[in-house]
């Protein structure tokens, strides 16, 4: 089914469901993939339908993150966020703790009063420089789908066979609370295994683990693209409702929905 790659470093602004006014940052490569997880909804396809290719250098991304910024001035464009996303996984990048900085000092040259916000899968947080990198920007959005591994294999198909939602959270606990959780509900059959985050233990679960993190507020939302393979429903925007209802009540933690 049709995916799309991002082709530029710098990408929008687009109108985002969950951030407003966004202008993208890709790290990855512009003609390929690179990701720790392997979703079966990532709108940029199966990591093993692409090829890994380069990464910007720094110095690209500043170039090119500078131009765009003076662009926008110039047009008085109204920016609520700069957002690192693209093609694949943006803590991967080696050089990530270093743009986060640039980024940070050319947000508050050209637009003070826009929030800088990651969307990450979490995967990179042992790393010092990523965790360290990630407090300092207004948005680390991270995912977390389920309380359950084998939900995570199968949905998220993490590359490390190590990974552990335990061990995630934990990780995510250091963080105390300036961070934002981002989980995307669906459900469906793949290759014969089924799953569903929807269930009642599933969100039970979940929401015991959100009250652990105890994160700033929850995104939750659903498939909005096309996915890259069959067989993935889209949650209705009343069933994301009611999630949110549940963990407003249970935990008094503020929840988006995008439907
Ligand atoms: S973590 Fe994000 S980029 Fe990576 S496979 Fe999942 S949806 Fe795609």
């Not at 966004?22 to 990855?28: A, H, P, R, V």
């Not at 290719?53 to 170039?63: A, C, T």
């Not at 500078?66 to 996303?85: G, M, N, S, W």
């Not at 199968?154 to 105390?176: G, N």
């Amino acid at each position: 089914m049709a995916t799309i790659l991002f082709e530029e470093i710098i990408f929008g602004p687009v109108h985002s469901r969950r951030l407003g006014t966004s202008l993208g940052i890709n790290l990855l490569p512009l003609h390929g993939k690179i990701c720790s997880f392997d979703c079966l909804y990532c709108e940029c396809g199966l990591n093993a339908q692409h090829e890994k290719g380069q990464m910007p250098k720094v110095k690209d991304v500043k170039d090119a993150l500078e131009k765009k910024l003076i662009e926008l001035h110039t047009e008085k464009v109204i920016l609520d966020v700069i957002t690192f996303a693209g093609n694949g996984e943006p803590t991967i990048h080696p050089d990530f703790d270093q743009i986060i900085d640039i980024t940070i000092s050319l947000r508050n040259q050209y637009f003070p009063k826009a929030k800088v916000s990651v969307l990450s899968n979490a995967t990179q947080l042992d790393k010092p420089k990523v965790h360290a990198a990630l407090l300092k920007v207004e948005n680390p959005i991270l995912k977390l789908d389920s309380a359950f591994d084998e939900t995570i294999r199968i949905l998220d198909r993490p590359a490390s066979s190590s990974y552990s939602v335990k061990e995630q959270v934990e990780k995510m606990k250091t963080f105390h609370g300036r961070l934002i959780i981002q989980t995307l509900f669906t459900r469906g059959q793949y290759e014969g295994l089924t799953f569903d985050n929807t269930t009642e233990p599933e969100i039970s679960a979940w929401i015991e683990l959100l009250r652990e993190i105890a994160p700033e507020s929850v995104m939750v939302y659903t498939i909005d693209r096309e996915t890259p393979v069959a067989g993935l429903e889209k949650i209705t925007v009343k069933e994301l409702k009611d999630i949110a209802k549940r963990v407003k009540a249970e935990t008094g933690l503020p929840v988006s929905v995008a439907g």
